[in-house]
């Protein structure tokens, strides 16, 4: 399955604002298959385990406190050549920089507010996957 998942969170501020739904139209739009989801609150040892790996980044304590501020909206998205398609689909981190058209462009604030995580390899993809999901919870044909 390597390629052919990643992993999106829509962030606590866009589901806030009511982008949830639309996020998701425009990934359904853009040929993805939802193969699991869940609406839930990260507590703040989830928050931290999870972004475990900017640690030592100066925003590391901003981003955990972001991520814990409302529920967000978690899904393993498949398509062929997932990561990728995706990442193009979503534009990069700083919305200012995103493509128009792009879902960050569109709904996202700033670089710390970008509406939406994706997963920025095949290898993270599953980790990341495997963080929120078990495999009962995954619809997989």
Same mark, same amino acid.
């Given at each position: 399955?390597?390629?052919?998942?990643?992993?999106?969170?829509?962030?606590? +501020? /866009?589901?806030?604002?009511?982008? /949830?739904? %639309?996020? +998701?139209?425009?990934? *359904?739009?853009?040929?993805?298959?939802?193969?699991?989801?869940?609406?839930?609150? +990260?507590?703040?040892? !989830?928050?931290?385990?999870?972004?475990?790996?900017?640690?030592?980044?100066?925003?590391?304590?901003?981003?955990?406190?972001?991520?814990?501020?409302?529920?967000?909206?978690?899904? $393993?998205? #498949?398509?062929? *050549?997932?990561?990728?398609?995706?990442?193009?689909?979503?534009?990069?981190?700083?919305? /200012?920089?995103? %493509? #128009?058209?792009?879902?960050?462009? !569109?709904?996202?604030?700033?670089? #710390?507010?970008? /509406?939406?995580?994706?997963?920025?390899?095949? #290898? *993270?993809? $599953?980790?990341?996957?495997?963080?929120?999901?078990? !495999? +009962?919870?995954?619809?997989?044909?």
């Amino acid at each position: 399955m390597t390629g052919n998942i990643t992993l999106t969170m829509i962030k606590p +501020l /866009a589901v806030k604002q009511g982008f /949830a739904g %639309p996020i +998701l139209a425009r990934i *359904n739009d853009a040929g993805f298959r939802i193969i699991a989801m869940k609406y839930m609150r +990260l507590s703040e040892a !989830q928050a931290k385990a999870f972004y475990d790996v900017h640690r030592e980044r100066p925003f590391y304590q901003d981003l955990v406190k972001s991520m814990t501020s409302g529920p967000i909206v978690a899904a $393993i998205l #498949e398509k062929e *050549n997932a990561v990728e398609a995706y990442r193009a689909l979503i534009g990069p981190t700083d919305p /200012a920089k995103a %493509p #128009e058209g792009s879902i960050r462009r !569109q709904f996202g604030v700033s670089i #710390e507010a970008n /509406a939406v995580h994706g997963s920025d390899s095949d #290898e *993270n993809a $599953i980790i990341e996957s495997n963080f929120f999901f078990s !495999q +009962l919870e995954r619809f997989i044909d």
